[in-house]
């Protein structure tokens, strides 16, 4: 018995040792279904310090749609520690590239059945590279990947036309054998818990991102955006252009974590929400909680004749809509009263007066709730407000009005936002689910009709307001128009001021000298061509040195429309 012990032992360590020896760039026998399920969740699931650093801290408040509980600090507009979305864009690619390495090394046959799976995973990778390049620039793309495989640990650092131009003919080529239907093709099936491994759906957001990149070039490049405007709404692909064909990702009905309430859940900005109430915008309730000043409350310090904001008439009846109140931008008045700063009553009890973010719209775990986490991470709503814009700029023609791709954008948008919130389980979802005539009373006013006056300023506004939700998006808009704007008549910018003078905001967020030197070379290289100052963190510096397709864009809140 102990030689027949022996023997199996020996035998199994032999397996082992042949296992760990094997070469360890081979993945063995890997599903690539599997591995295109981590990626497209890896979109989503590294979030939470996306939103924790660069949502919260960064760009809401640059974008000047929220402010801190107490207000702006003048140091604001300095950089710390961000988000992730510059490594997660490898995290993402490395098993899109396996999978395309393990196809590319099947028979012919059976690569012929997996092109469509092969074409699909570019596309997720290019998504999130434009959220990445967005706030870093240049970066590795035509080299990447290629150190596993081949060795490559020197990468170049590939400019932003360069990547552009490739992600284009990334696209183009994905779009081209997702549309062509060879028969007997595979599919991720129900691993894709986005589009079901549907070529078609895939197609048409691949063609889609197109927009998103020329909205981008525009600033730079306006011949070159008419271009791929002009290649996106001919491609046979299609567009999204409804709601059934949105980049949904919801793959479980848990979030990690809650982290907006780390430093206090942010508030609204005064400028912001004080319009979304002028026009009983119906996304507020949702974007936002309402202040403590219900009638109750009222009533109780009027009684007790207590002091309270000197906003509220003690005299007409609380609504829901005069409980959303928020902070200006400026650090100037920040921890000031009549703006900032809770009531007490006479039992002891606080009342804030400002209106924070609607945690459980962001987080439906929030506050012991069991609702699920959708996001749209590309929406009906911005392909259509992106087309209304072109339109209304002379891109297009003969694709409908700009008034109806706005009105479809704005309908999609609240209707969007309104089964996120149904689904995430707000609180008072009865109470502020959004109706057709809500948003049909809404389309008709004058701020928001396109009715001869300054259609494109509330076409940005409305692609603001859209974005409240995709920070990202929000702070790409603002860069590039110049909205909100002190020319404008819609929403006003306000100016940060901190010890008399105005702050710079950034424009970028700060990269640092990688730790491993195998590849500073190219990295000094990289920042050297964009004239960049690796680890500055102030507004002052990355208010200037700004990516490639922001340079000739408008200063914050200086757009003219």
């Known amino acids: 018995m102990a030689v027949i012990l022996f023997a199996a032992m020996m035998s199994s360590c032999t397996d082992d040792f042949a296992a760990i020896n094997e070469n360890p760039a081979q993945i063995n026998d890997p599903n690539p279904a599997h591995l295109f399920t981590e990626s497209i969740y890896q979109m989503g699931n590294y979030k939470y310090t996306e939103w924790f650093y660069d949502n919260y801290n960064y760009f809401w408040r640059w974008n000047q749609s929220t402010v801190f509980i107490s207000g702006n600090e003048s140091q ?12 997660n864009t490898y995290t993402i690619t490395r098993n899109l590239y396996e999978i395309r390495r393990q196809i590319d090394n099947m028979s012919a046959d059976e690569q012929a059945e997996r092109a469509h799976m092969r074409a699909i995973t570019y596309i997720p990778s290019i998504y999130q590279a434009i959220r990445a390049s967005d706030l870093y620039g240049s970066m590795p793309w035509s080299e990447s990947m290629q150190g596993r495989y081949d060795g490559n640990f020197t990468p170049r650092y590939d400019t932003q036309p360069e990547l552009f131009e ?4 990334q696209l183009n080529a994905a779009i081209d054998v997702l549309i062509s239907n060879p028969s007997g093709q595979l599919s991720f099936g129900q691993q894709d818990f986005i589009y079901g491994g549907n070529a078609a759906n895939w197609a048409r957001f691949a063609n889609s991102l197109k927009l998103r990149i020329a909205v981008r070039v525009e600033g730079q490049d306006p011949q070159w955006a008419q271009q791929i405007i002009n290649d996106a709404i001919s491609n046979p692909a299609g567009i999204i252009e409804n709601r059934d064909q949105e ?10 974590g809650q982290a907006h309430d780390f430093w206090g859940n942010p508030s609204a900005a005064y400028n912001f929400i004080s319009k979304l109430v002028e026009l009983r915008d119906p996304r507020t309730h949702f974007y936002f909680e309402p202040n403590n000043f219900t009638q109750n409350a009222v009533d109780t310090f009027t009684e007790q004749g207590r002091n309270m904001p000197n906003w509220i008439n003690p005299d007409e009846p609380v609504t829901r809509w005069h409980r959303y109140r928020g902070g200006p931008v400026t650090p100037e008045l920040a921890n000031t009263l009549p703006w900032y700063g809770s009531f007490t009553d006479n039992d002891g009890s606080n009342y804030n007066q ?3 973010v609607n945690r459980r719209f962001f987080n439906p775990n929030y506050d012991g709730g069991n609702g699920y986490y959708r996001d749209a991470l590309y929406s009906a709503a911005e392909v259509a407000l992106y087309m209304a ?11 409908g009005s700009a008034q109806e791709w706005y009105e479809r954008g704005i309908r999609m948008s609240m209707e969007t936002v309104d089964d996120i919130g149904r689904v995430a389980q707000v609180f008072d979802y009865d109470e502020v689910s959004i109706t057709d005539a809500q948003i049909n009373e809404y389309l008709a006013q004058d701020h928001v009709a396109l009715n001869g006056s300054d259609h494109l300023e509330k076409i940005y506004f409305q692609q603001y307001i859209n974005n409240f939700r995709y920070p990202t998006e929000q702070f790409a808009l603002t860069r590039r128009t110049g909205f909100p704007s002190v020319n404008g008549n819609i929403l006003m910018w306000e100016l940060p001021r901190a010890g008399g003078a105005e702050l710079a905001i950034p424009r970028r967020l700060t990269i640092n000298e990688p730790s491993n030197p195998i590849n500073i070379d190219n990295f000094r290289s990289a920042m050297q061509e964009q004239g960049w100052s690796a680890g500055a963190n102030s507004g002052s510096v990355l208010n200037q040195e700004r990516v490639w397709w922001d340079t000739n864009n408008p200063n914050f809140g200086t757009g003219t429309f």
């Open 354 to 356: 400002l209106s924070h």
């Open 76 to 87: 604001f507009t300095d950089v710390g520690a961000t988000g992730g979305r510059y490594s």
């Open 166 to 169: 490739q992600w284009i003919d």
């Open 247 to 256: 980049f949904i990702w919801a793959p479980s009905g848990e979030y990690t």
């Open 389 to 399: 814009e072109f339109i209304e700029k002379g891109y297009v023609t003969g694709q």
